[in-house]
């Protein structure tokens, strides 16, 4: 694994997330590294999201800390916006904007946020689109395109502001199952590129085969985490043996 003696692109350092009386997080720490392609299982409801989402600040953690690149982003007096737009993030349901085409989607951020000229924008998503094979659909809008092709799309716009790191959380779960594996072709690729990625997933085969660490949460915490031939093939707590016995 590359850089293990470098300081983690990200580290997460006890992480505690309530929800009034509800704890979603029991102190999660963990440590992630450029390259590091990190895969989360865990039963519904263990705090997959919950975790993904502090890493980024869309959930702030009720204590703990979050550095990125050696800052603290949980400080208050820290711009999330600016950090932010170096994690690049997946949702289950794309989320694009259904006012705008393709293009439109893609060029957003990078021309606001970014200040990239138009063509500058625009040469850069259709180099992405073509590498994702949906070169020809730049002036569709997210209605004229199917799950897989949406959800391409929204990893392309993700791409788009050329991030650091990319969140996916069940980037497939609400496609179809014929639509699955052009999505996973899409993020396999990016993990052979060395993009370093965070993915909660129920994709056993593709934790297996994509995973350089797979981590088992449960009850708001980490059970458990190993690179993923022993982790599958010899897990070791009851619990993570359980949870493969129902999934596998
Ligand atoms: N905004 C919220 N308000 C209250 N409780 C929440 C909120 N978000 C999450 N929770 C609770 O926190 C716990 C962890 O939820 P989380 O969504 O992180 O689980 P998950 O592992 O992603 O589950 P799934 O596999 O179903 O997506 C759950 O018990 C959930 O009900
Ligand atoms: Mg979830």
Redesign the pocket.
């Known amino acids: 694994m590359s850089g293990r003696n470098a300081q983690p692109l990200i580290q997460a350092e006890n992480i505690i997330k309530t ?1 009034g009386a ?1 704890n ?1 997080l029991n102190g999660v720490s963990l440590d992630i590294y450029q390259g590091d392609v990190v895969l989360i299982v ?1 039963p ?8 993904l989402r502090c890493l980024n600040l869309l959930e702030v953690p009720t204590s703990g800390h979050i550095y990125f690149e050696g800052t603290d982003i949980t400080d208050k007096k820290v711009d999330i916006n600016a950090h932010r737009q170096k994690m690049g993030m997946v949702f289950q349901l794309f989320h694009l904007f259904p006012h705008m085409s393709v293009m439109k989607n893609l060029t957003l951020a990078p021309m606001k946020l970014q200040g990239k000229s138009r063509e500058e924008a625009e040469e850069q998503a259709m180099k992405l689109l073509e590498r994702v094979g949906l070169k020809d659909r730049a002036d569709a809008y997210p209605d004229q395109l199917s799950g897989g092709q949406k959800q391409r799309i929204a990893i392309v716009r993700a791409l788009c502001m050329n991030p650091d790191v990319m969140l996916f959380d ?1 980037p497939t779960s609400a496609l179809d199952p014929e639509m699955v594996g052009e999505v996973l072709n899409v993020m396999r690729e990016l993990a052979e590129e060395h993009m370093t990625m965070v993915v ?1 997933t129920h994709e056993m085969g593709f934790a297996r085969e994509v995973a350089s660490r797979v981590i088992f ?1 449960d009850q708001g915490s980490i059970i458990e985490e190993n690179e993923p031939k022993e982790f599958f093939d010899h897990p070791k707590s009851e619990r993570l043996k359980n949870f493969l016995s129902k999934v596998l």
């Open positions: 929800y509800m979603a865990g519904s409801g263990s705090g997959k999201s919950t975790f069940e909660v949460m």
